[in-house]
């Protein structure tokens, strides 16, 4: 969940102190990675869930401030726009039964909000990208009235100095500009957050960014955006176009994009950090009065505020998080990559394939990064996003093969392996890694049933395109709360 900020404007002295800031923190959480000052315990889990509100018309429902005062729970937040809503599980180890805890907290959650969503005239939604959104819902008037957002869009837009331009090619083509920032709420995500030690996170990390893109080919369920069918993942293009700060000039000089896949393996957390300061102009450059170094001195545990801020506006698909509980430092890996939905079991689903592979693949004698460059992981990332369980990905031993079968041949053993050494429940772990296994089986995600129910509906019913991705959202929604994995969902 986003940082609050107050209202401000910013100023150049504002810049400066905060620059200096960032770095005096930076050079805090150096001393604090050599000295061992982090806490030492069990890896823990956590989950965020962002959602789309929608009314009876499958329409964006504008109405989250007056659905969160009915859910009434402090784990509920807004997002970016009116219709977005976020859900935050609390942290847990990763063990025994985690995986159907998780799985029984967030079916709890979601009903409940979306009992008391449809108290206000709305419903909730898990879907990458809501198809009935339009360009007309992506202006300010939709934006969450919250300061940190206000100032987040002027900042974007002061440093980009134009209007936000949408280009993307797929199955049809997308060119439009936007005056906001607001396009970037049309995409919900899953973000699972990883807890583990400053000795284990570089091999994490690495792990991670090595499976992101299998991750997507198995779990794309954003097909749509604005009435045009483009990429299987659509929200991966979309987010990093709609936060860019960058002119078409500075794109083209290379420039690095805030929304980032990164450019190397690490072998520290501080390279993260490091590059955060390194390469990106503040865009909250808000600094507080806490002094990390006497904080430090004095044996009490640095909140890195300036520091964490900043990370905050730079979206690694897999990001850095320095937290403070109890007095005590932690590092999560956030990994990003995931859009919502289809069903609470699919989410489950996408969460124990990652956390067995990435678990799997950070142990492992021969560690994946040194047999695999970094581009050939990004460019999985993104023949993923455009194509889905239809892709290519390329991985060591066996070259460039399609996504469902490295999945089924390779992948689906090292994420069994990874989470029986972890301990959890084996029934749990096969019953979840099935559901992924069924897809690539069966060819079915999120992605291709909405396409395949959008196409269907034009043909057999003679549908236009926005009466078909009505009615398409419609029994999405239905089926949705079945609770039935979307490999099952008929298509039609």
Not at 288 to 308: F, H, Q
Not at 322 to 335: F, K, T, W
Not at 349 to 366: C, D, K, P
């Amino acid at each position: 969940m986003g940082r609050d900020v107050p209202e401000i404007r910013v100023s150049q002295a504002d810049r400066r102190l905060y620059r200096d800031k960032v770095r005096r923190c930076l050079d805090v959480l150096d001393r604090m990675l050599r000295e061992s000052r982090f806490k030492e315990g069990p890896q823990q889990v956590g989950l965020e869930i962002e959602f789309d509100l929608v009314g009876g018309d499958c329409r964006p429902a504008m109405r989250n401030e007056q659905v969160l005062a009915a859910i009434a729970d402090q784990d509920w937040a807004p997002e970016l726009g009116q219709y977005n809503l976020e859900v935050n599980l609390a942290p847990r180890p990763l063990s025994g039964d985690t995986l159907a805890g998780l799985e029984r907290d967030l079916t709890g959650r979601v009903e409940h909000a979306d009992s008391r969503a449809r108290e206000a005239g709305a419903r909730l939604a898990m879907i990458g990208i809501l198809p009935t959104l339009t360009e007309q819902d992506a202006t300010t008037e939709a934006m969450t009235p919250n300061p940190r957002y206000r100032l987040l869009n002027e900042q974007i837009c002061a440093a980009r100095g134009e209007d936000v331009r949408l280009s993307i090619d797929g199955q049809e083509r997308l060119l439009t500009h936007l005056g906001s920032i607001m396009a970037e709420a049309a995409g919900t995500s899953v973000q699972c957050h990883l807890q583990v030690s400053p000795e284990e996170f570089g091999s994490y990390w690495n792990a991670a960014q090595a499976v992101a893109g299998v991750q997507i080919a198995v779990g794309a369920n954003s097909p749509f955006l604005f009435g045009r069918e483009l990429w299987a993942e659509t929200r991966i293009a979309l987010f990093q176009q709609s936060t860019d700060t960058r002119s078409e000039e500075l794109q083209k000089q290379r420039v690095r994009p805030r929304v980032w896949f990164g450019e190397r393996w690490i072998t520290s957390v501080f390279d993260l950090f490091e590059e955060n300061l390194r390469y990106f102009p503040a865009l909250l450059p808000l600094v507080g009065d806490a002094d990390p170094v006497a904080e430090l001195e004095v044996g009490t545990t640095p909140g890195l505020a300036e520091l964490t801020l900043h990370n905050g506006t730079i979206w690694r698909w897999n990001r850095p998080v320095y937290a403070v509980d109890d007095g005590e430092p932690h590092l999560r890996v956030e990994n990003r990559v995931l859009p919502a939905g289809p069903t609470v079991a699919d989410i489950l689903a996408n969460t124990a394939f990652y956390y067995g592979l990435v678990h799997t693949l950070a142990e492992a004698e021969r560690p994946i990064w040194t047999q695999m460059s970094f581009t050939a992981a990004q460019d999985n990332l993104m023949e993923a996003a455009h194509r889905g369980i239809d892709s290519r990905l390329y991985w060591p031993g066996l070259g460039e093969v399609p996504a469902a079968e490295l999945t089924l041949r390779r992948l689906l053993p090292m994420a069994r392996d990874g989470l029986t050494s972890r301990g959890i429940d084996a029934a749990d772990a096969d019953r979840l890694l099935g559901v992924i296994e069924q897809r690539c089986l069966i060819g079915r995600t999120g992605a291709t049933w909405q396409a395949g129910t959008g196409h269907a509906l034009q043909a057999r019913h003679r549908l236009g395109r926005g009466a078909a991705l009505r009615e398409m959202t419609a029994s999405y929604l239905e089926l949705m709360r079945t609770n039935q994995p979307v490999h099952t969902w008929p298509v039609g």
